[in-house]
T-cell receptor, first 113, second 114 residues
Framework: AQSVSQHNHHVILSEAASLELGCNYS??????LFWYVQYPGQHLQLLLK??????LVKGIKGFEAEFIKSKFSFNLRKPSVQWSDTAEYFC???????????FGKGTSLLVTP | KAGVTQTPRYLIKTRGQQVTLSCSPI?????VSWYQQTPGQGLQFLFE???????NKGNFPGRFSGRQFSNSRSEMNVSTLELGDSALYLC?????????????FGPGTRLLVL
């Protein structure tokens, strides 16, 4: 079955620390990948997306993700987090045979000053 | 451009009642999708409409239904509400239907069933 899994449910970091959130997917064929962020009290916003091409994609607010096909992974990274990055992060995927986004359970990130 | 808007933002209903939620997509977007978000199940796809036709459907009972109007606005209806229907219902829109499309989400309608 098609699925998306996120390794860490809760992450706590100090400001300026580096961030890496894990995401693995289980899809046959072509997969499209997304990272969304949900800040407290706000709606889901797109951070970045991968459809094809360069496997290293850059998104908003200094985030990037790398698509590694051999590992079925699409990990999210940021070199130096800020307190304002405190939010819930969702990895999502769909395939070229299905429009519906399949979401991971989310990772709650808390950045402490 | 205005984002996806959803009304109402909060709703309290009792078991057995029915509820209708509304979604207005981003101007020019023709595809509207609905998702249910709960702490236990996370985000789950309900259905997607394009040009007033349901194109995709998730694994939810028939009590969940929707429709799309000619102006792309969409409504979602849940009949015979159950306690487990308490959730945040999110609407997302995209320009056209298709897999390499970005879906933009609204703020959601938080439904509480008592």
């Amino acid at each position: 079955a098609q699925s998306v899994s996120q390794h860490n449910h809760h992450v706590i970091l100090s400001e300026a620390a580096s961030l890496e959130l894990g995401c693995n997917y289980s899809y046959g064929g072509t997969v499209n990948l997304f990272w969304y962020v949900q800040y407290p009290g706000q709606h889901l916003q797109l951070l970045l997306k991968y459809f094809s091409g360069d496997p290293l994609v850059k998104g908003i607010k200094g985030f990037e993700a790398e698509f590694i096909k051999s590992k079925f992974s699409f990990n999210l990274r940021k070199p130096s987090v800020q307190w304002s990055d405190t939010a819930e992060y969702f990895c999502a995927a769909n395939s070229n045979s299905g429009y519906a986004l399949n979401f991971g359970k989310g990772t709650s990130l808390l950045v402490t000053p | 451009k205005a984002g996806v808007t959803q009304t109402p933002r909060y709703l309290i209903k009792t078991r057995g009642q029915q509820v209708t939620l509304s979604c207005s997509p981003i101007s020019g977007h023709r595809s509207v999708s609905w998702y249910q978000q709960t702490p236990g199940q996370g985000l789950q796809f309900l259905f997607e409409y394009f040009s007033e036709t349901q194109r995709n459907k998730g694994n939810f009972p028939g009590r969940f239904s929707g429709r799309q109007f000619s102006n792309s606005r969409s409504e979602m209806n849940v009949s015979t509400l159950e306690l487990g229907d308490s959730a945040l219902y999110l609407c997302a829109s995209s320009l056209i239907t298709g897999v390499q499309e970005t879906q933009y989400f609204g703020p959601g309608t938080r439904l509480l069933v008592l």
